[in-house]
């Protein structure tokens, strides 16, 4: 489904890959490890089109993401570095939005049932919550996501509880039991038990 | 598509709501600039009545300039803006519900207030429909014709004065028509030339500024 080619991407002098090409098919999970600044998020970023590659393309079903743009980002979750949330609103009003903005619609019951696998309060400001409860409240997109052929997850793990990092495993697993796809950086070990799992070291 | 625009109109008011002091700000810029004009002046009728409508104008626009820097900063912060930019709905429509609500938050207050503030420019009251319904027309240009600088200023070291400098002679146009539909009423003449153009310039700001802001964008975030 999704098919990179000859992607070149520099950062200011400094190449961080050349010629980088690879696909992904339907029930696969691909893993970008590398250390820190090893341009794991960029090739995400590049991935996903919110950056344009110094050479090469990416291509979604054949065509290239560039010329689908929201065609293409309807058919994908990222969630990247930041979490994307709202420090006035609430955590289910997070969501909702989020999902609304995906092009999905939010049913209040779906958004309360996927803030309470994550075991986050739906109707406290997410100003009070902590770090790790903010990172899982945007992680809480996942459980409303399944539709969606392909995740895009920039370090999913950090900053989660072990309870938090089983339940993302267990949620990307099943996606991929699916038959779609998941494309994910970590730059420590991860135990996901998918059929296929291929992994792109960086650096 | 029309879901995701109602989407993020209701997140920026609801946010502006649980932020009043966002919202008072830039009222508050406008309500203080156009009251220190005559305490600047001092109290000669006829001089406040002829410079009126020039200086609400100027202080409707830097009013409205104010706010802007804070358009796209906040979502580009945590990240929202990502999340805008891969959307289901067409980045110009998402970026035209943004100005929408910034518009309802910023400019529309500054209409409702200027009756007001015509009153220690000791205007005749039959000017303050010509001069409310001039901002009104007005001001959404200004959201329109900001936001684009906002967008390209986005995330620049500096970038609010950058955006000054880079906006306010954009919003020459306004301000002559502005300003002139006002001038022209007091006068005794129709203001509906001028209120025209002004509309003019609305729909055509309405139609392009959408897809330049999302342009920008897409240039800044990279």
Redesign the interface.
Known sequence: MLEASNLDCRRGRRTLFRDLSFSLRRGELLRIAGANGSGKTSLLKIL?????PDAGEVRWRGEPIRQL??DF??N?A?L??????????TAA?NL???S??????AVPEFVQAALARYGIPADVPVRKLSQGQRRRAALARLPLSESVPLWLLDEPFAALDAHAARLTEALIAGHVARGHAVVFTTHQEADIGAAVLRVIELG | ?I??AR??VR?DL??AL??PSDVGTALLFFVIVASLFPLGIGAEPNLLRAVAPGVIWVAALLASMLCLSRLFAADH????L??????????GM?VAAKVLAHWLVAGLPLVAIAPLIALQYDLPPALYGTLALSLLLGTPVLSLVGAIGAALTLGLRGGGVLLALLVLPLYVPVLIFGAGSVDMASAGLSPLGQLQLLGALLVVAAAFAPWAIAAALRIS??
Do not use: N, W
């Not at chain 2, 999340?83 to 980045?91: D, E, H, R, S």
């Open positions: 996903c089109g919110l950056l344009t743009r929201e980002s309807r994908l990222y990247g570095h930041a979490p994307a949330v709202k420090d006035d609103l009003e909702a939005f989020a609304k903005l995906a092009g999905a619609a | 598509m879901e995701a989407a993020i997140r609801l946010l649980r932020r912060a945590d990240g929202t990502e999340q805008m930019l891969l959307g289901a709905a067409p980045l998402i975030t990279e």
